[in-house]
């Protein structure tokens, strides 16, 4: 698997093919040492890149191909056939972007026979570049000590907060009620989600893509249905040895949606940057990580661009992606940025995070593309995280967490949560949690903000918001982009002043008169009643992560 690596910039694959050409050019004696001493301890690492996960292609077409040219049919035809009888395949085409990136699926395929594929299409004069679909992982860290509230939401003495509570103030005019906030749809592309009191009334129907029933633990390939049914994994079970260690199940996309979009106001739990936005759950991630293929037919579902293979269209296509996982790529495949360039061009803001290697983003797909907002992470004091990438494509940062650095868990992030090891169980929160995954997660929820003020906002018009509403970041960071996020600061670029819509915290809208009566003051004292109760019930009910995640 791709994120498994000896240093930063040598992948294992790319290792790998370097020991292999070594030994092509070696005579009998030297190859027999190279064997004792090198082959024999990397055996492991070498078997990763046999991965039988992963049998399928991105087919990017020259220009001026049409998806109902004769080249294009013969091409389609002729390439099924010779790839059948050669390697003894089920191949088939699917189409993501018509007439210009076709997804090539090898049932049955000899994984060590990928190269021969690659080879064979190539020669192919229609076909303009081949990318193999590789294994994407989730952006988190592993966490230790764990205890503590959500200052990453809003905390005057931590820089590292977004400063959410006024920014309400500003996006949901009519409190945490029915707002123009509830329209706005957050995709969020990663393991599925798992029933919780804080996320249910906002969860739509989703959709999971793993094709794969090893992967996805289902028992069958894309269905609508996008619970997570666990990432657990044994020790050894995902090929290569890896991994070294057994691990539980993650929720990590439960995790991240209630970042983004938990309820407030209802008595139990945390709360989401936007609390009235739509969760879209979209399954790609299981045991073992995930398929670029997989991820890139999920985000393709959910901008509402039509998908061949007989995939429903989804209902009502979303307005923010965020993809928390990711994968060491040089660069970003072509097939795979023009069909990011399609996804935000139809309207879709595309959030990812920036990668958790303490490394230079440009070399992780997909914070190495065109088009998306790039998240790095921040401690709660503001300065950047210990394991966050940095670099020419980070565009913000945002609150990741650290809760290794003093041993304190209160340092990271509380979120919603499930009690199980391996298959669900019940509802929970902890806290603990850390990783540019969740500093994405951050940047989602204010950009649902921002949309759920003024929805015809294009998703270049998100980021530039983003971008130049942020606040200074502590200490030295080259490649941290404008700096950490600020929601308050963003919503109040929207607002109109004075008397326009969305009035609000710095709108210029001039010093209101307010008058005091004795309803309200009761009010006000049931209020505080509600939150002594719920902030009581909420240190007795949230747990603390006392595992690696």
């Given at each position: 698997?791709?994120?498994?690596?000896?240093?930063?910039?040598?992948?294992?694959?790319?290792?790998?093919?370097?020991?292999?050409?070594?030994?092509?050019?070696l005579?009998?004696?030297?190859?027999?040492?190279?064997?004792?001493?090198?082959?024999?301890?990397?055996?492991?690492?070498?078997?990763?890149?046999?991965?039988?996960?992963?049998?399928r292609?991105?087919?990017?077409?020259?220009?001026?191909?049409?998806?109902?040219?004769?080249?294009?049919?013969?091409?389609?035809?002729g390439?099924?056939?010779?790839?059948?009888?050669?390697?003894?395949?089920?191949?088939?085409?699917?189409?993501?972007?018509?007439?210009?990136?076709?997804?090539?699926?090898?049932?049955?395929?000899?994984?060590?026979?990928?190269?021969?594929?690659?080879?064979?299409?190539?020669?192919?004069?229609?076909?303009?570049?081949?990318?193999?679909?590789?294994?994407?992982?989730?952006?988190?860290?592993?966490?230790?000590l764990?205890?503590?509230?959500?200052?990453?939401?809003?905390?005057?003495?931590?820089?590292?907060?977004?400063?959410?509570?006024?920014?309400?103030?500003?996006?949901?005019?009519?409190?945490?009620g029915?707002?123009?906030?509830?329209?706005?749809?957050?995709?969020?592309?990663?393991?599925?989600?798992?029933?919780?009191?804080?996320?249910?009334?906002?969860?739509?129907?989703?959709?999971?893509?793993?094709?794969?029933?090893?992967?996805?633990?289902?028992?069958?390939?894309?269905?609508?249905?996008?619970?997570?049914?666990?990432?657990?994994?044994?020790?050894?079970?995902?090929?290569?040895?890896?991994?070294?260690?057994?691990?539980?199940?993650?929720?990590?996309?439960?995790v991240?949606?209630?970042?983004?979009?938990?309820?407030?106001?209802?008595?139990?739990?945390?709360?989401?940057?936007?609390?009235?936005?739509?969760?879209?759950?979209?399954?790609?991630?299981?045991?073992?990580?995930?398929?670029?293929?997989?991820?890139?037919?999920?985000?393709?579902?959910?901008?509402?661009?039509?998908?061949?293979?007989?995939?429903?269209?989804?209902?009502?296509?979303?307005?923010?992606?965020?993809?928390?996982?990711?994968?060491?790529?040089?660069?970003?495949?072509?097939?795979?940025?023009?069909?990011?360039?399609?996804?935000?061009?139809?309207?879709?803001?595309?959030?990812?995070?920036?990668?958790?290697?303490?490394?230079?983003?440009?070399?992780?797909?997909?914070?190495?593309?065109?088009?998306?907002?790039?998240?790095?992470?921040?401690?709660?004091?503001?300065?950047?995280?210990?394991?966050?990438?940095?670099?020419?494509?980070?565009?913000?940062?945002?609150?990741?967490?650290?809760?290794?650095?003093?041993?304190?868990?209160?340092d990271?992030?509380?979120?919603?949560?499930?009690?199980?090891?391996?298959?669900?169980?019940?509802?929970?929160?902890?806290?603990?949690?850390?990783?540019?995954?969740?500093?994405?997660?951050?940047v989602?929820?204010?950009?649902?903000?921002?949309?759920?003020?003024?929805?015809?906002?294009?998703?270049?018009?998100?980021?530039?918001?983003?971008?130049t509403?942020?606040?200074?970041?502590?200490?030295?960071?080259?490649?941290?982009?404008?700096?950490?996020?600020?929601?308050?600061?963003a919503?109040?670029?929207?607002v109109v002043?004075?008397?326009?819509?969305?009035?609000?915290?710095?709108?210029?809208?001039?010093?209101?008169?307010?008058?005091?009566?004795?309803?309200?003051?009761?009010?006000?004292?049931?209020?505080?009643?509600?939150?002594?109760?719920?902030?009581?019930n909420?240190?007795?009910?949230?747990?603390?992560?006392?595992?690696?995640?």
């Amino acid at each position: 698997m791709l994120h498994y690596y000896f240093d930063r910039n040598f992948s294992f694959v790319s290792y790998c093919k370097y020991i292999h050409y070594m030994t092509q050019n070696l005579s009998p004696a030297k190859l027999l040492f190279a064997l004792l001493v090198v082959l024999v301890p990397v055996r492991v690492v070498c078997a990763v890149e046999n991965d039988p996960f992963l049998n399928r292609v991105f087919v990017q077409y020259h220009e001026g191909v049409s998806k109902n040219s004769r080249a294009f049919a013969d091409s389609q035809v002729g390439l099924r056939k010779a790839l059948d009888n050669e390697f003894g395949v089920v191949s088939r085409f699917r189409s993501i972007l018509p007439g210009k990136v076709e997804l090539l699926e090898l049932d049955g395929l000899e994984s060590s026979r990928m190269s021969s594929v690659l080879t064979m299409l190539k020669k192919d004069p229609s076909i303009k570049s081949v990318t193999p679909d590789f294994r994407m992982h989730l952006q988190r860290v592993p966490n230790d000590l764990n205890h503590g509230m959500q200052w990453h939401l809003n905390s005057a003495s931590d820089l590292g907060s977004i400063n959410v509570h006024a920014a309400w103030d500003v996006a949901l005019p009519n409190g945490f009620g029915a707002s123009t906030m509830a329209q706005v749809r957050v995709g969020v592309v990663d393991t599925g989600i798992v029933r919780h009191e804080d996320l249910n009334a906002n969860i739509l129907p989703g959709y999971d893509f793993i094709s794969n029933t090893a992967v996805s633990r289902d028992g069958d390939g894309e269905d609508p249905d996008p619970t997570d049914e666990g990432d657990w994994m044994a020790a050894g079970a995902c090929g290569g040895g890896q991994p070294l260690q057994a691990s539980p199940s993650t929720w990590h996309g439960t995790v991240v949606s209630g970042l983004i979009a938990a309820a407030v106001n209802n008595g139990r739990g945390v709360a989401g940057v936007a609390p009235n936005a739509k969760i879209v759950p979209i399954r790609v991630a299981g045991a073992c990580g995930a398929s670029s293929a997989d991820i890139i037919l999920g985000m393709s579902w959910a901008a509402g661009l039509p998908l061949s293979g007989g995939t429903p269209p989804i209902a009502q296509p979303v307005d923010v992606l965020n993809v928390s996982l990711g994968s060491v790529q040089p660069n970003c495949p072509q097939p795979l940025q023009d069909i990011l360039t399609n996804i935000q061009s139809a309207g879709v803001t595309i959030v990812t995070s920036s990668g958790n290697t303490n490394s230079d983003a440009i070399s992780f797909f997909p914070a190495n593309c065109d088009g998306v907002v790039v998240v790095g992470a921040v401690t709660r004091s503001g300065s950047k995280a210990f394991y966050s990438n940095t670099g020419k494509p980070v565009d913000v940062m945002g609150p990741g967490g650290d809760s290794r650095t003093l041993q304190r868990a209160e340092d990271g992030l509380l979120s919603t949560y499930n009690t199980g090891v391996q298959t669900a169980g019940f509802d929970d929160y902890v806290i603990g949690h850390m990783g540019t995954s969740f500093a994405a997660a951050h940047v989602s929820g204010i950009a649902a903000l921002l949309l759920g003020m003024d929805t015809s906002l294009t998703p270049v018009a998100v980021e530039n918001i983003i971008k130049t509403s942020t606040k200074s970041i502590a200490g030295a960071c080259s490649g941290c982009g404008s700096g950490i996020v600020d929601a308050t600061s963003a919503v109040n670029q929207l607002v109109v002043a004075p008397g326009g819509p969305n009035v609000g915290v710095g709108s210029g809208g001039g010093p209101e008169t307010t008058t005091v009566s004795a309803v309200d003051v009761w009010a006000l004292l049931v209020l505080l009643l509600i939150f002594v109760m719920t902030y009581t019930n909420s240190r007795k009910k949230h747990r603390t992560l006392l595992r690696f995640e």
